[in-house]
């Protein structure tokens, strides 16, 4: 536990001086030069505009944040050999990959946090009281920024390549966000091997479904087997990405 | 009689490396066997690519040995638990740049298993013993190359350990910052401490070593002890000449 913590704490420090938080500013940014851009162009409209952009905006910019952040994580330590040090002292391996994860994790969320409070106290100024729901969605945001995260962490130390890492982070990322589109592709589709091809992509991306905030939104309240099936869900997928890295990075030598 | 410090039997390394299909393999080290005793200071020495530092790596689970075993402090590696008692300095100072001194020797302190209660007055005392008592709160980027070199060897020695594993710990520093890396060894082997440390430079291995030990080609050459060397001035030059081949792909300067 206590590795855990000294690794947690040195990487999300190293995050803050490397201004992670700068992204809350870009965003800040963002958000205001679209509410006068939006304001201008739909006045009734203002205020759901703004939501759904301030909300779209906060989420890309947080999983650009973590995929950047977390493919550089550790093959940045290895190059730098400072993951050499590290691992001359006592350190069990699977322990330094959770600090790193976790510290990375958290300095990401800050800044989700940040600019969500920017958001939100934008929208309330414009009189929008759905507060519950914003939570709501900033959860669900949360839950796909700790999968992401997994994913380009195991496939960083999987292809040992910044760049490929990136571009396949970015793919799965994307591949994610269409799983019901793939799903009935799949199941249209005549030719056996287009079938199985989706499907394993399937089976391997993502499925950000399950953290589709607008039917909780639409009917009003929380259906809490809904809630639960997206917590265990992203529990479970960045569990097993994290085993996988474990199982990886165990095997390297520096 | 007690155990040595570190055994190595039989010991060897071959790294594989595939591209495009197409394996190709680099003898690191072959059938090392090599004891060093307690409270002895032990000098590896070699060309560049005798196998130096792959042997260094192997005893500090870095690497996984190809054959053979290798004991530290009576357990065998890798292990982690004795990685406690082992403080190490690489040849450069691969430290997080981004942190504060005090921050760095922290977090090194967490890692060694330092007790938090005390921990606060054993990194303050550290850096002043390497003397580094005025940059404690600087960021290790604004270092110099002998101030993370200092860094370095702060990291190695906060947890008290027993065996100090220095890899190069000279190359590329002013003769002052050798003195006083060359006191600072023959401080530890005071303490009671081992030391096990690599090097190119003969003349320091000379002054401070009680044994060492010349791999060439990944093979342990030869092993000598001071009484050996120091009867006759530049006896371990000679020896080192003679023993050593290159493999380094390079030949000798002509004068001709």
New interface residues.
Partial sequence: M??I???F??TF??HV??KVWLSSALFGLVLIMGGMIVSALAAEERGRILLDLGLAANETIALISIVFLTVHLILQ?IE???V?????????RWHYLLGRFLGTLAAVSVGLAAMGIIHWGLLHALGWGGEGSYLVAWLCSFGKVAVMGALALLLSLALTSEAAAMSFSSFFWILGHFTGEIRFVAEKSGSPLMRSVLLAFLNIAPDFAHFDYRNAWHIGTIDPHWALAATAYAVAYAGACFILSVQVFEQK?? | MTAPALRFRNVGKIYRRSHLGRLTETVGLTGLDLDVEQGEVFGLLGLNGSGKTTAIKLLMGLHLPTTGDIEVLGKRVPNVDVLARIGYAPEAAYLNRSLTGREHLRLFAALSRVPAQGREAKVSGMMAQVGLAHALDKRLSEYSKGMLQRASLAQALIHDPELVVLDEPVTGLDPLAIKEVRTLILWLKGKGKTVLFSSHDISEVEKVCDRIGILSGGRLAKTMTQSQWRQKPDTLENVFAATVKRTDGVGEIRLD
């Fill in positions: 206590g590795t913590k000294a690794v704490t040195y420090r190293e001086r490397h330590e730098t050999r400072a050499f040090l590290i691992l001359t002292h006592p350190v069990v030598e520096f």
